[in-house]
């Protein structure tokens, strides 16, 4: 019985990944379940994703007060503006809403063409700051590169950027699109904590994280060679730390 489940399993796996797309079919070739392919060049949609929102708050600076999901949907809105009129954009919200990050993850699975980028700021030991950059699949390699790129020119690896990290999150791992997650510095450091209540600081980012958008959309992926693929799990909330 099993085994009969299993080749089913494959058989429905094998029709699905080669089904053309049109003709209603519900698989195509801008959705990938691994991305383990090269990053994409010319893709028509831009999914920007304030982190947080509602309920949840995000971290909450004890310098300066300020909301990580205020910070989050204001830089998301400041990338937009730089972006209209060349790319597609949609917000996964636009204003102070909850929405849960399996939601996220399908929402943007929906959409053909795009690519996702989540922004977030982030909390953490009083020594810590600087933007990181979180990645997993190898069609995230490229958008990764240039946004870690970018951000070095906004804040230099002498002032703390912690650089490009390959983790595997929800917002990295699970959605079938490309997909990165910006952490652009922390809420919890007192210097950068006031930095990041600067709208003139934020929108540096957001000019950051739009040109790094619009070189990937125009060139694809930077020179260099792909990362290795690492076939792993969807992640879940039940995974161990780290793992
Ligand atoms: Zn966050």
Partial sequence: MMLRVLLLGVLAWVLGSCAPTGGGGTVSWNRDEWGHRP???????????????????????????????DLALDTVRRVKAKLDGQVKVVLMRSDDTFVDLDERVRRASQRDGAILVSVHYNSGASAMRGPELYWWRVDSWGL???????????????????GQVRRRLRLTRNPEVPCVLVECGYLSHPGE????????????????????????????????????????????PTDPPGS
């Fill in 39 to 69: 990053g994409p060049k010319g893709f028509t949609t831009v999914i920007l994703d304030a982190g947080h929102g509602g309920k949840d708050s995000g971290a909450v600076s004890r310098h300066t007060g300020a909301r990580e999901k």
């Fill in 193 to 236: 904590a006031r930095l990041c209540q600067d709208a003139t600081y934020r929108d540096r980012l957001a000019a950051a994280i739009a040109s790094a958008i619009l070189d990937q959309q125009r060139a694809g992926d930077p020179a260099g060679s792909l990362p290795r693929p690492i076939t792993a799990p969807p992640s879940r």
């Fill in 144 to 162: 990764a590169t240039r946004l870690q790129r970018n951000l070095e020119r906004v804040v230099p690896g002498e002032s703390g950027n912690r």
